[in-house]
């Protein structure tokens, strides 16, 4: 009963989510008819409206034809989402729209995609020409067409109209060879003008004349010479409006939308969503417990104050060390730590031990590694570039003679050293004690030289 139960409970959720589906594309397919057909409305409009036939007035109008080409092209991508990346469908798009170039650009400014992929990878940046558009990325309402101007590739004399899709996650370039359209709009005949209108399959542009309502250019040139109202507009979503001496209507069949397999690519959507969910869910998952297993190994082997390695580490390590083998015991330990703590407080002493920790690490950690394993003690374990040594000591020593702190104007740390070559060990014991009574011999004479008294430093 209880399986039953759940397979009825699958196939109504299933039936819902089929249900609702379809009125999410029955939604969207509205919308994008509603907005092609008004964009290929205002196109047609613009263009018959062209009646100065100054060039000044002629290169206006003809940035605003190629400003809704622009657009004309956003919401052709829009509606079949499929093309964005398919360059022989850009091609065929830009054909279409009577276009020479179409250039896809992402938030950034740069070129993506397009009808050109010699241009991938161009963006705003890239010269004098394509920086006009700049513009664009501060205002998202904005569209811009460029003047006769050399592009930034080979210096053709182009036009280029840009404009942003409706959701505002690119933007869409159209580019155009101006002495071929130049002499194409002038040819303003209704006829020439609605038959090189861009349409696909399933869409049909009217113009009639206002007063005999006879239809002077389409697309479908069988329905020139008829009444308007004559034509079966049955199966199809009609924008229609009068423009002064014109009727122009845009007609989409509403199974336009429907093409292409749009269930299909949703469904896989859907599918490629919940998978990829899935997959980031187990590898957020798998990253999360490494790097708390590396925060915990670092945190465990780390000194709290001045990110050196602490006592824990360095006593693992030692163990480690090979007495044939060349390396260098380095004890070290800050001068005067009690008395800035007594004068200062213990801000100026942690001030203290956290730069001398850092001029240490700067100087030895490419090397080997650095260890406080003590309030002011820390040790110093060379590995690597053994005959630098001396030079390494002597830029530690520089930068520590020039430190000045907010606390504390300057800084003094004695140390002893010991080579792991200088003589047979018993044990590192003996290496890590012989370097220690060095340390301590320095400590004495930086003492005995500045006249401070030790005892208590």
């Known amino acids: ?262 269930f299909a690519i949703l469904i896989v959507g859907i599918y490629l969503t919940l998978a990829s969910c899935c997959m980031v869910y187990m590898l957020s998952k798998v990253m999360k417990e490494k790097y708390e297993k590396e925060k915990f190994r670092y945190t465990s082997n780390t000194d709290e104050l001045t990110r050196c390695y602490n006592r824990r580490a360095y006593a693992e390590d030692i163990n480690k060390l090979d007495l044939t083998k060349e390396w260098v015991y380095v004890s070290m330990d800050i001068n005067g730590l009690k008395n800035a703590n007594d004068s200062f407080g213990h801000a100026a002493g942690d001030e203290l031990i956290r730069a001398a920790a850092d001029c240490m690490k700067n100087s030895f950690s490419e090397h080997g590694k650095v260890y406080r394993v003590g309030g002011d003690e820390f040790v110093v374990i060379i590995t690597k570039d053994i005959p630098q040594f001396e030079n390494l000591l002597r830029a530690f020593e520089q930068r520590v003679e020039s430190w000045h702190g907010e606390f504390v104007e300057s800084m003094a740390v004695s140390y002893g050293y010991v080579f792991s070559s200088e003589r047979k060990w018993n044990s590192i014991f003996d290496i890590s004690k012989a370097s220690d009574e060095r340390m301590y011999e320095s400590k004495k004479q930086y003492y005995t030289r500045s006249g401070m008294d030790r005892r208590g430093q």
């Open 1 to 262: 009963m209880k399986k039953r139960k759940l397979i009825i409970l699958a196939i109504t959720i299933i039936a819902a989510a089929l249900l609702l589906e379809g009125f999410i594309l029955k939604y969207v397919n509205d919308q994008n008819s509603d907005r092609t057909s008004k964009v290929l409305l205002d196109r047609v409009i613009t263009v018959l409206d062209k009646n100065d036939k100054s060039e000044e007035a002629l290169i206006k109008s003809l940035k605003d034809d190629y400003i809704v080409r622009a657009k004309a092209v956003s919401y052709i991508i829009d509606a079949k989402p499929e093309v964005e990346y398919d360059v022989d469908e850009l091609q065929k798009i830009a054909a279409l729209i009577s276009v020479d170039e179409i250039h896809l650009f992402d938030t950034k400014g740069y070129i993506y995609s397009g009808s050109v992929p010699k241009y991938f990878g161009y963006s705003f940046d890239s010269g004098e020409q394509m920086a006009y558009f700049k513009p664009m990325l501060k205002d998202k309402k904005l569209t811009m067409c460029q003047d006769v101007t050399p592009n930034t590739s080979e210096a053709k004399e182009m036009m280029y109209a840009i404009t942003w899709n409706e959701a505002g996650n690119k933007m869409i370039q159209v580019g155009i060879e101006p002495k071929r359209l130049l002499n194409e709009a002038k040819q303003n005949e209704v006829s020439n003008v609605v038959a090189d209108m861009p349409v696909y399959k399933g869409m049909e542009i009217l113009v009639a004349d206002a007063d005999t309502k006879i239809v002077a250019g389409a697309t479908d040139s069988s329905k020139i010479g008829q009444e308007i109202d004559s034509i079966d507009m049955r199966n199809y979503r009609c924008v229609e409006k009068q423009d002064g001496a014109y009727i122009v209507a845009v007609m989409v069949e509403d199974s336009y939308y429907l093409q292409g397999s749009l």
